[in-house]
Structure formats: C-alpha cells, structure tokens
T-cell receptor
C-alpha cells in the first residue's frame, strides 16, 4: 500500500533556530516528491518539487533533500521566523495514476 | 483574482441535506482536482479533471458524491444526503497542464460541518 509517513507530528522551536522535518514513503515507482506549507485555514502552498533523480532543492530558507534508495526526504528550515508556523506536508506522486499520496503533516510552531 | 477560488468558505447543514461546493480554478489551467482533508489526516484524493477527458472518479467515497466541470473551467462538487462523517475541509486545486511535475495550486477550501 502506498504510504507517506511524517515525523515528528508536531514541533516547537525558538525563532531564529533551524529545524528538520522527516518524510518516509513506500510509494514505488514514483514520479516526484513535493513539500507543501499549509497555514491554518488556508490551502497548501507548494515549496519544492523534486523528481526521483534530484537529491536536493532549495526555496529561500527551505531546503528539501531526497534519498530515493532509502525512500526518505527531509525539509530543512534555516533561521526560522514566526511566519514559518504552519503544517508542512510531504506528498509523493506515483509514476502511474492521478492520486497523489499525502502525509498527515508536521505541525511547526515557532515561538519568540 | 489570480488564485483558485472556492465558495462557500464555510457551510453548516443538517444531516440528510444536499450540498454543492464550487471551485473556480486559475484561468487557463486544464487540470482540476478535488480533495478532502479531515482533522489530523492527510489529504484524500476525490476526483481529477483534465481538459475534455473523462474524469478520474476513483477517489469518490460513495455514490452520494459527484462532481462536474462545465466548459473546462468552474467545477462543482455535490454531496447528496449528507452524513456526519462527511464533515471535513474540501480543497480544490488546479495545475496548468497534465505534466506530472507541475505544482498544484490550492484554494483555501470549504469547511463543511454536518449537524
């Protein structure tokens, strides 16, 4: 069964600190892996999209990594800001079919 | 507006009633998706429209759920004889082409509450 598991479920960090969120998946074969940010009461917003051949992709203070051999991805946030408080969702697109597989998300809270 | 627009933003209705949720995708986007997001759960795929092709309805949970996309633009998701387990946030997303590596642009969803 195609699954995406994220850890931790929730995380609290101090403003200015770095953090790393984890994503493990069983989807195979897959076309790409995505990270989304979802603010409370809003729709998800795309942060990065990596194909299976890419190892890393950055978007400002966000850097995603992908290890297709171990089926793991991480999202690293540098110099966190209060506005980074949100749910971060890992999503894997299977090679076949239209159903993206979503993780349940990691809820990040950045406090001052 | 430049983004995906969904209406209403909130809907409260009694069990057994029918509801219609609307999605206006980004102009020119040919692909449109509906998802359901329950508390603490990952997004659940419901249905996918691509241009004039037959929609992929494989994620619809029961025959009470249906969706249409008129003129390749606006889409409505209809839930008949609503049940309490239908309470969730319903999200719509669009993307510019069929390509698998295209980002999906999401609306802010409709929060549906069934009493």
């Amino acid at each position: 069964k195609n699954q995406v598991e994220q850890s931790p479920q929730s995380l609290i960090i101090l403003e200015g600190k770095n953090c790393t969120l984890q994503c493990n998946y069983t989807v195979s074969p897959f076309s790409n892996l995505r990270w989304y940010k979802q603010d409370t009461g809003r729709g998800p917003v795309s942060l990065t999209i990596m194909t299976f051949s890419e190892n890393t992709k950055s978007n400002g203070r966000y850097t995603a990594t992908l290890d297709a051999d171990t089926k793991q991805s991480s999202l690293h946030i540098t110099a966190s800001q209060l506005s980074d408080s949100a749910s971060y969702i890992c999503v894997v697109s299977p090679e076949y079919g239209n159903k993206l597989v979503f993780g349940a998300g990691t809820i990040l809270r950045v406090k001052s | 507006g430049a983004g995906v627009s969904q209406s209403p933003s909130n809907k409260v209705t009694e069990k057994g009633k029918d509801v219609e949720l609307r999605c206006d995708p980004i102009s020119g986007h040919t692909a449109l998706y509906w998802y359901r997001q329950s508390l603490g759960q990952g997004l659940e795929f419901l249905i996918y429209f691509q241009g004039n092709s037959a929609p992929d309805k494989s994620g619809l949970p029961s025959d009470r759920f249906s969706a249409e996309r008129t003129g390749g633009s606006v889409s409505t998701l209809t839930i008949q004889r609503t049940q309490q387990e239908d309470s969730a946030v319903y999200l719509c997303a669009s993307s510019p082409t069929r390509g698998r590596n295209q980002p999906q642009h999401f609306g802010d969803g409709t929060r549906l509450s069934i009493l």
